[in-house]
């Protein structure tokens, strides 16, 4: 088996800002690298507020989580996969106090339907200066 064959680029989602793919296929599960809320071909951090210098200095929620949903649709969509094939996701926030709630809400309309297990973490930092981050599973249809 070629791995390689198994390494999803999604040519719509935001580009990756290390040397990985946005998913690999292992058998029928789809494991997606982080996901973040930037849009491809943007460096900025959508719904930011920048100051002189270009440092956020500010950001809204919303604007990040809706980001992050579509570009996990995208990579999902690059595979082959639908939202509804999500079985887990692991959610990265920089602000639990601040964010949950807006991103709670947010993730209440995306997920009505779908029963994905979930774990939310708060942590420090991530590696660009993003309020949430996503690492997803999902299973893919039987070929």
Request: glycine share 6%; net charge negative; proline share 6%.
């Amino acid at each position: 088996m070629n791995t390689n064959d198994n390494i999803i680029h999604a040519s719509k989602a935001a580009e990756p800002v290390g040397l990985y793919p946005h998913a690999r296929r292992v058998g029928n599960l789809l494991f997606l690298s982080g996901v973040g809320p930037r849009e491809k071909g943007n460096p900025k951090i959508p719904g930011a507020t920048y100051n002189e210098e270009g440092k956020i200095i500010d950001y809204d929620m919303a604007t990040q989580v809706h980001s992050v949903f579509r570009n996990v649709r995208e990579v999902l969509e690059a595979s082959g996969a639908k939202w509804e094939d999500l079985v887990d996701v692991t959610v990265f926030l920089t602000n639990m106090e601040r964010d949950f709630k807006v991103y709670n809400q947010i993730w209440a309309e995306y997920f009505k339907d779908v029963q994905a297990c979930r774990t939310t973490l708060e942590i420090n930092c991530l590696p660009t200066p993003i309020a949430i981050e996503l690492k997803c599973i999902a299973v893919l249809p039987n070929e």
